[in-house]
């Protein structure tokens, strides 16, 4: 019995928030100020094998692409 | 924006053979103004946006686009094509 109360509670909430999210949702785009000919900032990001990967890694040896890929696993 | 453990996880299943980097810190999209704030619900939630950057050995951007653009990589990598003959020429 508790478990059947415990599953309502869920649905509930669900059910009462899923209407509110897009009136709710505002967003803020940041500037991307870099632009060709800058010189690239400076990063340190981890790799899938937990290593630092540095830009600066590469400089003098390898061209760099770099893409930030949102939610590629979605396929969305 | 992933963990690297994630991104384990997906490198193996996809086969990647470039490294899956991970910005846990937000520190370089802040620094490269592709981090994008929502509002919902009196919280704010940071996603990246997405970005293609090519860059080339000097550590100069040859190359920029984000959003919509920058879902398709090919102009991107046509940049990159272009700096390999460049480079194969010196």
Redesign the interface.
Known sequence: MKHMIALGLLAAAALSAGPLMPQAEKSQVAKMTLKVGDTAPEFTLLSDGWKTVKLSDYRGKKNVFLAVYVLAFTGG | ?DS?AA??A??KQIGVTF??????NH????????????????ETYE??????????????????E?DES?VD?NT??TM?TT??KK?AAK
């Open positions: 924006m690297p991104n384990f997906f490198a490294p899956l980097l991970s910005d846990m520190k370089m999209l802040k620094t490269y103004g592709i981090l994008k704030g929502y509002d919902v619900q009196n996603w990246a946006r997405r970005a293609n950057l090519v860059i080339d050995k000097q550590g100069i951007i040859q190359f920029v984000a920058a990589p991107a990598l990159c700096l390999h480079d």
